[in-house]
């Protein structure tokens, strides 16, 4: 309660505010405020109106509490009280929770895909978005052409902060998610982008013959299998070139320093290509702290992909991302014969399904599996012997 008085011309302007929170959750509050004027110069008199004007808001708020307690939040609150959560739970991992915490660039991207697909469900009330609505979204969706991996995303980005407002008992009457029962799949039929060696040697050959401003970048995230945030975020202190290994520990990510994605740190030993790059950029000169790639502005702020893009097709290969550099440093490595095991090691990669797309993309499951149907098969020595005898009579 807060009232607010102001003596003007012999009258006194008064503004009221009452808010009533909810036992049964914080997050469930009215608020209600008057303003108006009194010309009684009379204390005794002002104080009672005052008093009487208080006592009704507060009662007209615990009436309104009552049906908003058994509506719920609208979608949109419980969206930013989810929001304000995760940024919470951000900064805090490792803590035990009802929840548990998830990266700030993870969060973000939730946030961000529940507002660009759900914004007009913001005006309704939780416990009143239904599967149809979920449908609505996924066919739209498909509309406009964005892939299953996306319309994944967005499930998982509904489903989470829907189960989050239940868990918390912001969703009264709900006990499952609407996304319940949608089985979108986040593989694709088609095959995912990827360079062969041919390839990526002649991309690299021509961003340095044409001067690139990114073709160290490139060079560095095909030796290194690194992810665009951790190159950006290497030092020249976690270069060793006598042991000649590099260790990852930290990356950058949605305008942060973070942990790497699994948590753990990580070692790349430095091949003689890289080992070149590395004293070209003056790796040995250089501080401990100083960053071992340029500061390219567009790629701290995310702009990695669109560079690569252009370039690629500019000198007439298959367009990529920049993410496709460590897929084709993966792919060779396995077309190598580098055991699985070191690959996802090296990678940092935790999850065996991740590290079987590669395996799929190298083709070392399959090759020479066809080789037996072949007629040009090597003929037994007996054989072409009788063959030759037989040719040699007639």
């Not at 909810?22 to 110069?41: P, T």
């Not at 009457?173 to 319940?180: C, E, M, R, Y």
């Not at 990827?194 to 990526?200: H, K, M, Y």
């Not at 490139?218 to 270069?239: C, D, I, M, S």
């Amino acid at each position: 309660m807060a009232t607010k008085l102001k003596e003007e011309d012999g009258k006194t302007f008064y503004i009221i505010n009452e808010c009533v929170r909810s036992r049964k959750s914080r997050a469930l509050r009215v608020r209600k405020q008057e303003s108006g004027v009194i010309e009684e110069k009379d204390p005794g008199f002002l104080q009672k109106k005052l008093a009487r004007i208080q006592e009704r808001l507060r009662d007209e708020a615990k009436r309104e509490l009552v049906q908003v307690e058994s509506a719920g939040l609208t979608w949109k609150e419980l969206v930013e009280l989810w929001k304000d959560a995760l940024q919470r739970e951000s900064k805090e991992i490792g803590r035990e929770g009802i929840n548990q915490p998830v990266r700030r660039s993870t969060a973000s991207g939730y946030i961000q895909s529940i507002e660009d697909f759900t914004s007009t469900w913001n005006k309704r009330f939780a416990k009143d978005i239904t599967p149809a609505d979920v449908e609505d979204v996924f066919k739209a969706m498909r509309k406009l052409g964005y892939s299953n991996c996306r319309m994944y995303n967005v499930k998982v980005a509904i489903s989470r902060c829907y189960k989050w407002g239940m868990m918390r008992r912001l969703i009264p009457g709900a006990s499952i998610s609407p996304t319940h029962g949608f089985g979108i799949s986040r593989k694709e039929s088609k095959r995912p982008e990827i360079l062969n060696v041919s390839q990526i040697e002649f991309l690299l050959t021509e961003a340095y013959r044409q001067n690139h401003l990114w073709r160290q970048i490139w060079k560095g995230a095909y030796h290194t299998g690194a992810r665009t945030g951790e190159l950006y975020q290497l030092k020249a202190k976690n270069v060793d070139l006598v042991e000649r290994k590099i260790t990852l520990e930290e990356q950058w990510t949605s305008g942060s320093v973070e942990p790497l994605k699994d948590g753990e740190w990580r070692q790349i030993p430095i091949n003689s290509d890289l080992l070149d790059l590395l004293i070209e950029l003056g790796v040995p000169k250089m501080g401990l702290e100083d960053y071992v790639f340029p500061r390219i502005t567009a790629w701290k702020h995310g702009d990695q992909a669109k560079p690569i893009r252009a370039f690629c097709e500019q000198i007439g290969i298959p367009s990529i991302c920049f993410h496709t550099l460590r897929a084709c440093w993966a792919t060779q490595l396995l077309k190598n014969r580098v055991p699985e095991p070191i690959v996802m090691k090296l990678g940092g990669w935790s999850d065996p399904e991740t590290m079987h797309r590669y395996i799929r993309l190298a083709g070392i499951e399959t090759e020479g599996a066809t080789d037996s149907l072949s007629f040009k098969r090597e003929r037994p020595a007996r054989v072409l012997s009788i063959v030759r005898a037989v040719e040699g009579s007639q």
